[in-house]
């Protein structure tokens, strides 16, 4: 009787989850594709929902995961609208993500000179609709993410309708998200003879309106670009 | 032969609202920059005779701004340095030769008026007699008009200094130590060592001073002045009051450029304090607008962070730099429907087209050319967000890459502010289009935009040496400490070899590797070919 009642209740929760979570949607439900087919599969709206945050997670240097945002952020402007990059330390470099098909005129690089400008400036960013997505590295300007910013961030994003990837250290996994999607990143070492291959493994960890932790295994080619090259 | 009448006010006052009150005067009018303060040129050649010869004109003009309260030394001449030379030293050289001459007559000034009190026309005798040019007076009341008869021009500058030339600095510097203070002594130069020894400004400025040059006149063409102020009844000292007032005069300002169709490339905002220096804010804007709202926001984001010393009893709102709004024609349905936001939002979609667009020459005519054309369904303005970011984060943090055809990593992309970039060619589109400095830029950076070598996302700022166990060993087989960890490299890849920058002195030799980790991380490291030393320069991140 107890385990049925508690079945029930359960069940109860779920729907008033399911509810609240339905309450909450952005204006314009659309979606953006990752970039890769096999990210988009075991995303529930075959891509990255606009107007809301992605958080990217890794550990270290080197790991590759801004290359995997970045790919998603071209995709999302492919709408034709800007990309901002608030840049962390000046060490962005904006040949790398040429031709990846997005125009130099759509790129705005902010360099802002300290945590609150850079929270204020990647909120004016995701909140201006003109923008299709801006890339960001909330936790490199000292001291981690807030609660409270990225809440702000959220709503700014939901606002602005674009998409905001923010690339974090695999050290704030245990820290509460705003974010729709979270997915922490691995590199794979390479295995092709040329070494043309770049390959990664993909954990979602959590996504809204999708079940428990799934993996995925990503690659891309070097040489060809990313974001053409791999499907 | 030409009149030109010189009006050199004591101090700075609002130079271009009297350039064009005195269109009164004469139908050409010029500010001259010359410091101390601005003074006006008037081109009044064959007008003297409306207002009674050049004495009456003299006369209207200074009983005219003495009445505003002004004062002014004016001066005739034939050509414009004798006019300003005698407007601007003339009186006091005058002043002072007179009465260490005792009122000697046989000068070629004529005096003609003197004193505004004492002024005929009006019938109000003073104190001092009409027409007694007691001269001694001009430097106590220094209203005055001096006449340089036609063709005089050289016997009227020979006792002043030589500054009156509008010479730099510098030179009347040099001129002073070897011992030239007038004019007179440096005509007793002999011309050919004029130019080597002092350049070729003051031979050419002599010349146009005596007319053997000419100078052109530097008309003034009246623009349209956005402005407005605004002073509070009593001094205020809530920002919410003074914000308050600030949208007040935005939306003044707003309505003013909307009517002449124009928008506002720069924004100047002055709050004059009870005490203390007047603050002043200055905004530049990434495009064109005339949105009140907007306005209102880039300076609120600036007034929050400067301390007002106390109460403001004036606040002024003007925009020195306006460049057109493009007229569109308006959607029936607009959404919103307020009459700020559709002209923002046509601002909009227009800089959506040349801001977005106007880097397309491409090789790729079947992706880019609908962009150009049509411009994306639903264009939303990104101008606003650009003018919010530069307003508060400075001009050189907003910035444009753009992309150099040059093989050094480093030297391969230059940011360039978008704000700035934009107020320098304030022109609308098709001009930046035209303008062939400009294609040839886009042409070149669009081309190499998208042809590169994999290049990693994080280049750092100084490449970062690695320690190699020993000399000559190949560190692309070994181990790549950075920032706390050390990596194994499993897999290279290259050498890509750079060798450039002879030309700029700088030559730089450099063999670079992609390098693979054991975990798989990858990072861009090359070898000085000069040294042979190794260093980090990338990190694929």
Known sequence: ?231 | MKRILCLAFDKKCEIEFLARWCARFSPSVGVEPSPPAESLLLDVTGVAHLFGGEAGLGETILRELGAKGLRVQAAVADTIGAAWAVAHFGSKEEGGRRKAEGGAAGCQLSVVSCQLSADPPRGCPADHGPQTTDLSSFILHPSSFLLVPAGQTLAALRPLPVAALRLPAAVVLLLRELGIRRIEQLEALPRRELLPRFGPELLEHWDRTVGRLDEPLPVHRPGLRFAAGWSPEVPIARREAIEAGLAELAGRLSEMLRRAGLGAMQLECRLECTVGDPLEISVGLFHPTAWARHLVELLAVRLERLRIAGPVRHIRLAAPATAPLEPRQQELFEEGGGGNGEAERSLGLRSWVLGLGFQTQDPRPETQGPRTKTPPASPQPLAPLVDRLSNRLGQDAVVRARLIPDAQPEMAYRYVPLVKRRRRLPQSVPLLRRSSAFHRLSTACSKQWHTAAPRPLRLLATPLLLPVGRPGHHAKHGRLRFSGHVHQIAKTWGPERIETGWWRGQAVGRDYYRVETTTGRRFWIFRNLRDGLWFLHGVFE
């Open chain 1, 1 to 231: 009787m107890v385990s049925q009642s508690l079945s029930v209740r359960i069940e109860v929760l779920r729907q008033e989850i399911a509810r609240l979570e339905g309450g909450w949607r952005p204006r314009k439900a659309q979606s953006s594709s990752s970039g890769f087919r096999r990210l988009d599969a075991i995303l529930p709206k075959r891509g990255f929902r606009n107007g809301t945050l992605v958080e990217w997670l890794a550990e270290g240097e080197g790991s590759g995961v801004a290359t995997l945002a970045f790919a998603a952020a071209c995709r999302a402007c492919r709408s034709g609208r800007g990309l901002v990059v608030v840049a962390r330390n000046g060490e962005f470099y904006p040949p790398a993500v040429a031709g990846r098909g997005i125009e130099p005129a759509q790129l705005i690089v902010v360099h802002p000179r300290g945590k609150a400008d850079h929270d204020w400036a990647l909120d004016q960013s995701l909140r201006s609709a003109a923008v299709a997505a801006a890339v960001a590295w909330p936790d490199a300007q000292g001291g981690m993410l807030d609660g409270r910013t990225f809440r702000r961030l959220q709503l700014a994003a939901e606002e602005g309708g674009g998409l905001g990837l923010l690339i974090r250290p695999a050290a704030a996994r245990p820290l509460p998200s705003w974010a729709d999607v979270r997915l922490l990143v691995e590199p794979l070492p390479d295995r092709s003879p040329y070494g043309r291959r770049r390959r990664w493994k993909v954990l979602l960890l959590r996504c809204r309106g999708s079940s428990a932790e799934r993996l995925v295994e990503l690659e891309i080619d070097d040489e060809t670009h990313p974001v053409l090259g791999l499907r």
